[in-house]
């Protein structure tokens, strides 16, 4: 059974600090991910990465960036947080070449910054 | 790129009834597409998905059907329950990369006792 964590349900912070969301998967996933999900917009996708150290912008990649040391492990960073990226996160996990492609979420880590 | 539209945005059916949800893609290499459930409070989970190369298939109550001409398919519930109320997601793979998904809205489902 495959399990995607994050690092924190609820996490409230102020404007200009910098904020670190953790992932970890338990399935040696090779792809992960990380999408914000806003009411009527759907999930979009942050940045995805698809190896260790390997990262691609996905659509809404300003004010973020990611790290990918391990290969369980994908964080997500917002630089210096503002208002407008208070949201809900969701980290994903995906196996690679497999002939199911289905994507593991985390629980979610909703974001409030003040 | 891949463009996935969604609709409703909120539909709400009698318990019972069945209920209809609507998506469309532009890209017509598109060859796989998930529906995803997130219950409220709780994280996404897939529940069906179909292939370009089968038009239906079917889990149950649910029902997933593709035209690959009019570049639509649709989730299909049937004798809905309340344990249904959810909202869902469509999603259409992005032909440029090996793994990312676009994403619908989400349409709300309702369902009312």
């Known amino acids: 059974d495959v399990k995607v964590t994050q690092s924190s349900r609820y996490l409230v912070k102020r404007t200009g600090e910098k904020v670190f969301l953790e992932c970890v998967q338990d399935?040696?996933?090779?792809?992960m991910f990380w999408y914000r999900q806003d009411p009527g917009l759907g999930l979009r996708l942050i940045y995805f990465?698809?190896?260790?150290?390997?990262?691609e912008k996905g659509d809404i990649p300003e004010g973020y960036s990611v790290s990918r040391e391990k290969k369980e492990r994908f964080s997500l960073i917002l630089e210096s947080a503002s208002t407008n990226q208070t949201s809900m996160y969701l980290c994903?996990?995906?196996?690679?070449?497999?002939?199911?492609?289905?994507?593991?979420f985390g629980p979610g880590t909703r974001l409030t910054v003040l | 790129g891949e463009n996935v539209e969604q609709h409703p945005s909120t539909l709400s059916v009698q318990e019972g009834d069945s209920a209809v949800i609507k998506c469309t893609y532009s890209?017509?290499?598109?060859?796989?597409f998930p529906w995803y459930k997130q219950e409220l409070g709780k994280r996404p989970q897939l529940i069906i998905d179909?292939?370009?190369n089968v038009g239906e298939k079917k889990d149950q109550r649910i029902a997933v059907t593709l035209n690959k001409t009019a570049k639509h398919f649709s989730l299909h519930i049937t004798e809905t329950q309340p344990e249904d109320s959810a909202v869902y997601f469509c999603?259409?793979?992005?032909?440029?990369?090996?793994?990312?998904?676009?994403w619908g809205a989400g349409t709300k489902l309702i369902i009312k006792p």
């Open positions: 990465s698809y190896d260790v150290k390997m990262k």
């Open positions: 994903a996990s995906l196996l690679a070449g497999g002939p199911v492609r289905e994507q593991f």
């Open positions: 179909i292939r370009s």
């Open positions: 890209d017509s290499a598109s060859n796989y």
């Open positions: 999603a259409a793979p992005d032909m440029d990369s090996n793994y990312q998904l676009i």
């Open positions: 399935m040696d996933h090779e792809n």
